[in-house]
Structures are given as C-alpha cells and as structure tokens.
C-alpha cells in the first residue's frame, strides 16, 4: 500500500504540472518500475499539514500486487526515485513538496519490530516536527491519524487490517473526528 500526495505544481520549462496531474503521472512511473497496480483510489483534496504551511495537498493511495522479489526497502528506494525524477527535494520536515510517496503497508509485516512501530507512533507531536526515523518502519507509524490517507485507503481496501493495532482501515478511518473526515474532499476528475 503507498500513500501518494502532492500540494506543489511541478515547472517542466514552458508548463507546469499540476499536484494531481504529478500524483496521476507517479502511479504510471511506479508501475513502469515493475510493480503492479491492483486499485486506486479517488484523488482527494485536503488541508495541508501542518495548518497554515503551505497550499492544500492532492492525495491519494494505491494497493499493489504482494511483491516477493522486493524487499520494504527496496520497494522504498524504488519510491524515493520516482520522488527524486519528479523534482522532490527533501529540504525540511513536512515542507511543501512536488511529490510524495509513501510505503504504508506490506503486507502484514512489521518493521523492524513492534517496539519500535510503538516508538514512533507513540512520539509526542512537538517531537514529530524534530525527528524522523533513520529505518523503515512497516506499517507508517502514523497513518491511523491521518485522515488524507485513512480516507482513500479505506476506499480501495476497506478490510485492510493493521497488523499491530488490528483493525481495519474503516474502522480506523472511522475512529477519526468528524471534522478530519469533513476536511477531505473528492476531486472531480
């Protein structure tokens, strides 16, 4: 499962590629890449985060085919590059960016170890903004707060089921405030 978002237009010389239009375009170079898409979800506008730090995002999430010839991290650097061919640049935390991707999910696999998934999942908000994990955590230790990828997962894979905290997306997405939900707006395309 990836999550895929964008809130910045992408300049390509003479034009400039939308945020939704960049999310459309990195699903087609994932796949080019050799992984299959099996769904994905609607495009969704919504608040970008945190409040107030630049334009709203575009999101969306695709589920592809279980992959046993990629290891989580590998299928991360594979992300990482369709970032990187989009413009992304990695220059503060939770910055605007042209592209992001992703790896919620493989499977049912936790990484590196449940402790850790608890460790980041637990970290208090003000340390959030301050530190990022330097491995791989499976699944993103934030997704069950997050309503712009809760919203679209629980659309293409409503009885995805995290494998600490054992419930489903809708349920999940269902545990979030009204307000979160109410935020995050299908476009029309």
Same mark, same amino acid.
Request: charged content about 20%; aromatic content about 6%.
């Given at each position: 499962?990836?999550?895929?978002? =964008? ?36 495009? &969704? ?11 709203? &995002?575009?999101?969306?999430? =695709? ?72 491995? *791989? ?15 679209? *997962? ?36």
């Amino acid at each position: 499962l990836v999550a895929l978002g =964008a809130n910045l237009p992408r300049d390509l010389g003479a034009t400039r590629r939308s945020p939704a239009d960049t999310v459309l375009q990195a699903l087609q170079d994932i796949t080019a890449l050799g992984l299959t898409l099996v769904a994905k979800s609607a495009l &969704y506008a919504s608040p970008c985060f945190p409040a107030g730090a630049g334009p709203d &995002y575009i999101n969306s999430v =695709a589920a592809f085919t279980e992959d046993d010839e990629h290891t989580p991290d590998q299928i991360l650097n594979l992300l990482h590059r369709v970032e990187a061919a989009h413009g992304r640049q990695r220059s503060t935390r939770w910055a605007g960016r042209v592209l992001d991707l992703d790896l919620l999910a493989m499977g049912d696999q936790v990484l590196p170890d449940a402790q850790t998934f608890h460790f980041w999942r637990d970290l208090a908000p003000d340390q959030q903004a301050q530190r990022t994990p330097d491995q *791989l955590i499976l699944p993103h230790s934030r997704l069950a707060d997050r309503a712009f990828v809760l919203v679209p *997962l629980a659309e293409i894979a409503p009885d995805w089921r995290h494998p600490v905290l054992g419930l489903t997306a809708t349920a999940l997405r269902d545990a979030l405030p009204a307000t979160d939900l109410a935020a995050i707006c299908p476009l029309d395309t």
